[in-house]
């Protein structure tokens, strides 16, 4: 069987990551994803290590473009011309969705925009991915993943008390927008199998970042104060805490009802004598000698590795702790391989490799991250010729005129 969108067409118009990481979304789940991209240079993330200072000619693969494009047709066409754009119509005749990420009026002037797509197929669903969100005055604004990071809050609620902006590396904005806009799609086609009816969605990294800080942003708009961020060398509650280890790992204490384990642990980490210390025979009173407990526990974790720490927490009580990884460690951890969050894959020009597997688990209809991303243009006569009835000769006379 199947993934769970098998039979659902999508045509992708996007760029970079925050749009073409929704299609990718879509293609593991089974959807079939062709790929729009200008016919001379295609997708500018196609260069993306060039623009980073990395020589293209090193050997290394792109992972940029094949992270965000696997599993997709790319059809490569000159939309300045109307023959290429007429390629779109009769190809959103034939889709179910239509993904675009280009800044505002971009659709308009090429003739792309909803209104234009819907009359070729009134149950289309017309996806955007912006910045800032269709409405308000700076709803045209260019945005990019470091700008979404910016204006959404999070560079100044990640990190310590220190108050300077922290950038979260590896296009979190760009990612979080692609989950919602991928989301938002699915819901979508959802209504319109209940409902019939197709419709423009939007999607932006300001509004799917103030959702990923739900919690957060909710606090400051009903208690009119946010969430302060601490040095965890002052963190109110030091069993929701981490620390460094005799290995110079680092090991998560996530205790959040802490009065219920604060006795078993004292007696796990050999501090007996800090069980009935009226200094910490409370979390309200943890939390005010804080700085002084996480100092102890500081030497504590210190003696010893973190395996050893971590069998210790597991044997000798029901405690809450994990480790606390690297990016590195993330393809060999246990847990991240049996549950398929990166797996294995034999790219037929990279060879054997390890690729971002699928967050979600479908007991009859699961998807598939195994995939490969497109060369440039790779499927262009597959597309006219197979799904939208071009003949040879019209493929040719395309091709003289560099439409495609």
């Known amino acids: 069987m199947g993934g769970p969108l098998e039979g659902i067409r999508v045509i992708d118009w996007t760029i970079w990551q925050q749009g073409p990481v929704a299609s990718v979304m879509l293609a593991d789940l089974g959807a079939e994803v062709i790929k729009i991209e200008e016919r ?18 090193n050997g290394l693969p792109n992972f940029y473009h ?10 490569a066409v000159n939309l300045k011309k109307p023959e290429g754009r007429e390629i779109i119509y009769r190809l959103a005749a ?18 792309l925009d909803y209104p234009r797509l819907r009359a070729c197929n009134p149950r289309l669903i017309y996806a955007n991915a912006t910045g800032y969100g269709p409405e308000g005055p ?3 604004e260019p945005s990019f993943d470091y700008l979404g990071e910016a ?13 300077k902006p922290s950038y979260i590396f590896g296009g979190v904005a760009d990612q979080m927008g692609a989950i919602m806009l991928a989301h938002g799609i699915v819901v979508a086609l959802f209504a319109r199998e209940r409902l019939g009816v197709g419709q423009e969605i939007h999607a932006s990294h300001l509004g799917s970042m103030i959702a990923l800080q739900g919690l957060n942003v909710a606090c400051r708009a009903m208690m009119g104060t946010q969430m302060t961020p601490r040095s965890r060398r002052s963190a109110f509650n030091p069993l929701w805490n981490h620390y460094r280890c005799a290995d110079g790992k680092w090991l998560c204490l996530g205790m959040l009802q ?37 100092e102890i526990l500081d030497g504590v974790f210190a003696a010893k590795p973190r395996s050893e720490w971590l069998r210790k927490l597991r044997e000798e009580g029901d405690f809450v702790a994990t480790v606390v990884n690297t990016i590195d460690d993330l393809p060999d951890d246990p ?5 398929g969050y990166i797996v ?35 499927h262009t006569e597959e597309v006219l010729a197979g799904l939208l009835g071009y003949s040879w000769e019209e493929i040719h006379q395309l091709r003289e005129r560099q439409v495609i």
């Open 40 to 57: 001379e240079r295609g997708d500018p993330g196609r260069g993306v290590m060039a623009v980073a200072g990395i020589p293209v000619n």
């Open 66 to 75: 094949e992270a965000n494009n696997r599993h997709k047709k790319s059809l």
């Open 94 to 111: 034939k889709s179910d969705v239509f993904l675009q990420n280009f800044r505002q009026g971009v659709a308009e002037r090429l003739e």
């Open 138 to 140: 700076e709803s045209g």
């Open 151 to 163: 204006r959404s809050g999070i560079m100044m609620a990640i990190g310590t008390d220190d108050a």
């Open 258 to 294: 802490a009065d219920r384990y604060w006795k078993d642990f004292c007696r796990m980490a050999g501090l007996d004598e800090l069980a009935a210390d009226p200094r910490f025979a409370t979390i309200a009173a943890r939390g005010a000698n804080a700085e002084a407990l996480i």
């Open 335 to 339: 847990q991240v391989v049996a549950n």
């Open 344 to 378: 294995d894959y034999n790219h037929p020009k990279i060879g054997p490799t390890k690729i971002v597997g699928l967050p979600l688990k479908f007991s009859e209809t699961p998807g598939n991250p195994r995939g490969r991303a497109p060369e440039l243009g790779e």
